[in-house]
């Protein structure tokens, strides 16, 4: 590996922590970890439509096999519901509630305010560019 290469890679993992922190610490007054808002966002991007476990679990920024546990831990706070499918009772449907909905509506500021702090050094077209490099890394 090259020296740039190595930099490269530590710096993505120093930058990664550093967001996962910021971001965690911003949710943590609502209860809720950063996994949990994930999901949050992904059932209320459904519009109310019926969402299962993977289709939420491909949809995660970071897809992990302890999905069904965040989801049965958003259950118990009553920010998600799980229905049987009456066509096919194999088929678990997963939908946010009013709860969830409001959850929601309170901390969208607040991560939105900790994404401005993460990324305030940087211009608008650095952002782009960022955004650019990491998604031709990610192909």
Sequence with gaps: MSTNSKNLVITLIKTN????ESLSKALKPYKI???????????????????????????????MSNTTRIIDKLIDKKFVKRNICEKNRRKIELFITNEGLKILSAVDAIVEKAENKI???????????????????NK
């Design 119 to 137: 990324s305030q050094k940087l211009s608008e077209k650095e952002k782009e560019n960022i955004v650019s490099l990491l998604k031709k890394m």
């Design 33 to 63: 970890s950063l996994q949990q808002f994930n999901v949050l966002r992904i059932l209320r991007g459904q519009n109310g439509i019926a969402a299962n476990l993977s289709s939420v679990q491909e949809k995660m920024v970071n897809p």
């Design 17 to 20: 922590c550093k967001v996962i």
